[in-house]
């Protein structure tokens, strides 16, 4: 099993900056891919980032630019510094790991941006 615990969440205005990070523990041996996910009222989870254990990142087109997600693999972490936030950005974000053809999820964090 893989636990993962989200911060950093909250609220701020139209082109402000947020910063999430999730720790992940347990089995984090083998964790393939780390990244953030989010789900808005009335519409699926989507991928916002993701990262490999060797570093390629992938991007939704919507923050392009604007996100940039890091990992350190020594301390099991995953960060997203968000900018330049959008009000279309508000949302549950939630932090995943792929793990031996598994998901694991976080709790979510809640994101505001307001317009």
């Known amino acids: 099993q893989v636990q993962l615990v989200e911060s950093g969440g909250g609220l701020v205005q139209a082109g402000g900056s947020l910063r999430l990070s999730c720790a992940a523990s347990?089995?984090?041996?083998?964790?393939?891919?780390m990244g953030w996910y989010r789900q808005a009222p009335g519409k699926e989870r989507e991928l916002v980032a993701a990262?490999?254990?060797?570093?390629?990142?992938n991007y939704a087109d919507s923050v392009k630019g604007r996100f940039t997600i890091s990992r350190d693999n020594a301390e099991n972490t995953v960060t997203l510094q968000m900018n330049s936030l959008k009000p279309e950005d508000t949302a549950v974000y939630y932090c995943a790991a792929l793990r031996v053809g598994r998901h694991y999820w976080g709790q979510g964090t809640q994101v505001t941006v307001s317009s």
């Open positions: 990262i490999t254990s060797g570093g390629s990142t």
């Open positions: 347990g089995r984090v041996f083998s964790i393939n891919a």
